[in-house]
């Protein structure tokens, strides 16, 4: 089993800047991928970012070119840089890992985009 702890999320006006952590815990030896995710009010969850152990990386349309994903292999952690948000970005933010054991969620973690 893989836990996952997620941090970083807040309140930020339109335009700025969010760093989001995720340190994963116990079998991390499994772990393929790493990634976020996020679920707006009323809407599905969808594909964030994501991120694979040789740091290969894939973006939704939506945020490319404003968000960049990356992870720290000795500190079991990804992070989410969010550049540039936009109000449309406002959601639950869940971390995200792929391993032997199938897929693990973090608790999610607020991001709101507002002036």
């Known amino acids: 089993q893989v836990r996952l702890v997620e941090s970083g999320g807040g309140l930020v006006q339109p335009g700025g800047s969010l760093r989001l952590s995720c340190v994963a815990s116990?079998?991390?030896?499994?772990?393929?991928?790493m990634g976020w995710y996020r679920q707006a009010s009323g809407k599905e969850r969808e594909l964030v970012a994501r991120i694979t152990s040789s740091g290969s990386t894939i973006y939704a349309d939506s945020v490319k070119g404003r968000f960049t994903i990356s992870r720290d292999n000795a500190k079991n952690t990804v992070y989410l840089q969010m550049s540039s948000l936009k109000p449309a970005d406002t959601a639950v933010y869940y971390c995200?890992?792929?391993?032997?054991?199938?897929?693990?969620w973090g608790q999610g973690t607020q991001v709101t985009v507002s002036s």
């Open positions: 116990g079998s991390i030896s499994s772990i393929l991928t």
């Open positions: 995200n890992v792929f391993s032997a054991y199938g897929n693990s």
